[in-house]
């Protein structure tokens, strides 16, 4: 069965600092693969998404994550972490063969910035 | 291009009373998802629709829950005898197309069960 992991529950940086937050999936193929942010009580914003091509993908707000197949695994990446990026992250994966359009997400890693 | 929209954002039902949630796709979009965000838990697939068809409802309760998608108007999600256990925020998703395109999702509604 497909599965997402996100090690990471909770990851406290500081300002200026940069961040890595992971991502490894369970699927016999290449999925598409998501990195989306809620910040609370807020539903999910899009960061950025890999279909397909270059595996190093540039989100909005400065993000970027790579996909690295040999690894399963798709982090998500910032280099100077602003107090503004506090909220929960959560990596998907979807387009699963004759499964329609679901998302299956990881358990979210909560980011929290310190001044 | 107005977003994906929820209503209500939040509710509050009694055990036993039914529960209906609305979700009204970004224009253009004829694909829909209905997720569900358990307390301190990511967000679990519950139902696929396209207008006036489910595709997969391989995440919902086999009891209890409904999805439905009409050709006209939004979609609804509807909760028979909620119990506490269904206190949860619900989230909507509309792609334009189906497998492998984007979602985008929609504020929420926040179900309390009293």
């Known amino acids: 069965a497909q599965s997402v992991t996100q090690p990471d529950i909770h990851i406290t940086v500081s300002e200026g600092a940069s961040l890595e937050l992971r991502c490894n999936y369970s699927?016999?193929?290449?999925?598409?693969l998501f990195w989306y942010v809620q910040s609370p009580g807020q539903g999910l914003q899009l960061l950025l998404k890999y279909f397909s091509g270059d595996t190093l993908v540039q989100g909005i707000k400065g993000f970027e994550a790579e996909f690295k197949r040999s690894q399963s695994s798709f982090n998500l990446r910032k280099p100077s972490v602003h107090w503004s990026d506090a909220a929960e992250y959560f990596c998907a994966v979807g387009g699963f063969y004759n499964q329609g359009g679901k998302l299956i997400f990881g358990q979210g890693t909560e980011l929290s910035v310190k001044p | 291009n107005a977003g994906v929209m929820q209503n209500p954002r939040h509710l509050v039902r009694r055990r036993g009373q039914e529960a209906r949630l609305r979700c009204s796709p970004m224009?253009?979009?004829?694909?829909v998802y209905w997720y569900r965000q358990l307390p301190e838990e990511g967000l679990k697939f519950m139902v696929y629709?396209?207008?006036?068809?489910?595709?997969?409802e391989s995440g919902m309760p086999k009891e209890r829950f409904s999805a439905e998608f009409p050709k006209e108007g939004p979609s609804i999600l509807r909760i028979q005898q909620v119990v506490r256990g269904d206190s949860a925020a619900y989230f909507c998703?509309?792609?334009?197309?189906?497998?492998?395109?984007?979602?985008?999702f929609g504020p929420g509604t926040r179900l309390t069960v009293l």
């Open positions: 699927y016999g193929a290449t999925p598409y």
């Open positions: 998703a509309s792609s334009p197309v189906g497998a492998g395109d984007t979602q985008y």
């Open positions: 629709l396209q207008k006036e068809n489910i595709i997969d």
């Open positions: 224009k253009g979009h004829s694909h």
